[in-house]
């Protein structure tokens, strides 16, 4: 059978750092409540020449330089944002443009902070069902163009950034010891829209809009929904937690993260963090992760990793791959 298997990975972050004791003059908080409540220590802001699109293009050229690839190798490049660099068309698109690719197509995938989970698991279908070969898979946000930096509740979590991978067809046994990825589970439930999401959008008020959330509410759901979609990867794969390698999980809260690899019984030495360093980034937040892992020598060749999101809509799923 077919796999797709990872080639390559990059990363891009802006150039600006933003510490916790950076917002102690804007707003009502403090880097003791940060860091006890999410984890985080710091993110990166883009300025105003830094985009979802030119983070993207940046994560993807070191994508292809890891992989001993140019754009002329890619069939199919999947943006995950929910910050695009325009309404339409898609950043996507501008991406293939700006990588000088003017074959093969380009989309953009909006799951929000589950972006780059759903795809990577679409990414897969198309190469397994032969409609591409080499698979660009971006995940791209500049969610400081959406914050209201007067609310607290909000503005301190999130971070920009970008992160890619290249996916390439390989044949396999259709065993878990083959290379690629293995097993995919998505869900999404609307009944959540309101808990998560942003207050403008071309339909409606023709505005942007700004990130609203109620946190605790997202919090209480998280933990079931990011368990309960692993536990059906595990199951769709026949393996356990022991079977692990790396638990890569969205870096929205450490707490999260925690509760998560406790009652999956994920030894703690086996899960990536990186929420310290870039907060939430959305759909670039898993690609980041593993970029940072990667690069620390932690993820290697052959090593069954599984990355795991969860975000507005409410959207989340997992996908296990070995490396
Ligand atoms: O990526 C998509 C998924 N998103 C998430 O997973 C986020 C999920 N939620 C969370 O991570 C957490 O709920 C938060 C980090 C957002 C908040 O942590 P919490 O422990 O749930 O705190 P809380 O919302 O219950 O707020 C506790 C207190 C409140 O004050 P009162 O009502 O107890 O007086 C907040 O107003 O902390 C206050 N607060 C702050 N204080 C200082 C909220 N934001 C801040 C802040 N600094 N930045």
Redesign the pocket.
Known sequence: MIRSVVRGNGAALPRRIMKNAD?EGM????DE??VQ??GIRQRHVAADDETTASLGEAAARAALDSAGMTSADIDLIILATSTPNNTFPATAVEIQNQLGMHHGFAFDMQA??SGFVYAVATADLYIRGGLAKRVLVIGSETFSRILDWND??????FGDGAGALVLEAEGGAGAITDRGVLAASLRSDGVHKDK?FVDGGPSTTGTVGHLR?E??E??KH?VGMITDVIEATFGEAGITAEDLDWFVP?Q??K??IDASAKKLGIAEQKVVVTVDLHG?T?AA?VPLALSVAVADGRIKKGDLVLLE????GFTWGAVLLRW
């Open positions: 917002f707003v009502e908080t403090s409540w940060i409540r999410t929000v902070c607290r509740s909000t503005c301190v979590l998560l959330m946190g605790r997202v919090f998280a969205h929205a809260n707490r999260i939430n959305s937040s999101a969860m975000g507005g």
